[in-house]
């Protein structure tokens, strides 16, 4: 029995870590947006909390959390209060299957433990897949719950646009399973170790790179981040789907809107970037200091995670937003063949040239 | 419980997961409460009502919306479906073979024709 318990204790400290670190990283994205944003329009960004607004996120989160919880007339109150709850759980527990560093196994008190990955299941991109999803729901009943005409259009809207990329997303990643053969992102990560030709953008028998730019596009739309981001299309629908929401449940959205940032830019890297692989292999410690290798591997895999971040940033300074049947139209009609054809390649391809 | 045990391991790995979902969850109820018990609550009548750029809100809010979005919808369901029967056979694919390649090409001309249909007869256009 007392494995079991120092198993608990080492998984309690593990998912601390883990949504501590992601809880933070979005806490400091919204300064960074706003600095990156700033200065791509030649201002400073915020200034005044503490230097360099470096505290800003700090005064936001505190504001709203004293700010008053207000349930509109005529909302359901129920589904108001569980759809801000509905659309930050999925968003968070998607990081239990991204492996931020090497395959690594201790040994803790008689007790295997992987320090790197909560959980390496055999499943786990279908499992991102499917808790992604749900998010969805938060948004449509946030909507359709506050009993205002925006709100409802917004979540409308909103659910339209995720179901759509939803599928190009799944479209996207089939190639890169063709490839590697197995829906463990740890696995996945591990067929593309060596040097960066080995990463499935670039990898042989057919490089995935259109895959990526569909999944990475779709993941956008997803996230509902500009160019795409029509459900909460603040010039025509005010704030979409929550319009109506204040307080700590107006910052639960917000909440989850990063972190699913986050956790798509966790899956382009693994997928298609190698993961916490280095672009070559002497660019990873190696030789004497081997065992310090999950240090320069959790390195470059927060490294590619923040470039993916900054795209985002860099997206919504340069691109104009899209109209509503613009958006459908290059969903369905552009998105998903190139998608279905990247799949048809890569098999044929894959079974010509088989990998190793 | 030592970890070769198969069926324990594999019970194991979910046994994470559904912490990590408890904890998440545990998360965001004890905020939401903790938030709630030290806000202030002064509501009023026009507070509490709906957003309308000011003026006061007419007709019900839960309008009849167009039936575009249920034909997305169901088009989603529909491929998403066949998408989820691509994935097992992505994952062997290695292991089997030309039949494999064959029988898949058939599925996604299938996949396909349903497309051209549903393109023909307009139902992936918005207006």
Known sequence: MVEVGVKIVLSLTQIAVVMGVVLLTVMFLTLAERKVLGWMQDRMGPMEVGPYGILQPV?????????????????????????????????????????????????????????????????GILYILAFTSIGAYGIILGGWASNSKYSLLGGLRSAAQVISYELNVGLAIVGVLLLAGSLSLVKITEAQTGWFWNWFIFAPPFPQIFAFVVYFISAVAETN???????????????????????????????????????????????????????????????????????????????????????????????????????????????????????????????????? | MTGSEPLLDYLGRYFSIVLFIGIALAFGVVTLLISYLVQPKYPEAEKLSPYECGSEPFSDARMPFPVRYYIFAMLFVIFDIEVIFLYPWAVVFDKIGLVGLVEMLVFIGLFLMAYVYAWKKGALEWD
């Open chain 1, 225 to 356: 981040r500009l160019p795409f981001d029509l459900p909460e299309a603040e010039s025509e629908l005010v704030a979409g789907f929550f319009t109506e929401y204040s307080g700590m449940r107006f910052a639960f959205f917000f909440l989850a809107e990063y972190a699913n940032m986050i956790l798509v830019s966790c899956i382009a890297a693994a997928l298609f970037l190698g993961g916490w692989n280095a672009p070559a292999p002497f660019l990873q410690f190696h030789g004497s200091l081997a065992h310090l290798l999950w240090l320069s591997a959790t390195i470059w895999f927060a490294v590619k995670v923040y470039f993916f971040l900054f795209l985002f940033f860099w997206l919504r300074a340069t691109l104009p937003r899209l109209r509503y049947d613009q958006l459908m139209r290059f969903g369905w009609k552009v998105m998903l063949p190139i998608a279905l054809g990247n799949i048809l390649i890569t098999a044929i391809a894959a079974y010509l040239f088989p990998r190793g």
């Open chain 1, 59 to 123: 005064a936001d989160g505190l504001k709203l959390f004293f700010k008053e919880d207000i349930v509109p007339a005529g909302a359901n109150k129920f589904l108001f209060s569980m759809a801000p709850l509905l659309a930050l759980v999925p968003a968070l527990i998607g990081f239990a299957v991204i492996p931020f560093g090497p395959d690594l196994t201790v040994e803790v008190f008689g007790v295997q433990f992987k320090p790197f990955v909560i959980s390496d299941i055999n499943v």
